[in-house]
């Protein structure tokens, strides 16, 4: 019996979101600093600070591309001020859970969102709360993930991604 649930495999196996934007109002990247792997994310907003469109690319696993496509289609149609109230726990319920030793993956998702909508703010001269202390360059991922791997060196084309 598979470790993940049908939901997981759902999304990893037809994720939506997945792909490229062309001038996106916000992008934003993260490494997770539990694997090495990486996550880039695209937001577009519209003029009441709506998000009407979120892709993602990922160099990670199957539940880091199934994190970010039910992440990117959580934020979908929400303000940026509702976005940035979306959790990883919430992330989590919607998968349906993941596997303890994959909950970093997740947070890849959550943290590259997050970076996305800071890039987007930067541009504009906006300040949302839900960004206040955030630092896109922060290791963020404390989660014990009950894992020692190492992390494996990053490609050199993922900063063409
Ligand atoms: Fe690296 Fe899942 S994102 S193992």
Redesign the pocket.
Known sequence: MSMYNETVIDHFTNPRNVGDMENPDGEGTYG?P??G?MMKIMIRVDENDVITDAKFKTF??G??IASSSVATDMIIGKTIDEALEVTNKQVLEELGGLPAI?I??SV?ADHAIKSAIYDYAQKHGKTYKGLEGFDPKADEDDTDHGCDMEGPALPEHFKDL
């Open positions: 997770s539990v694997c792997d990670g696993c539940s880091a994959k970093h993956c890849l």
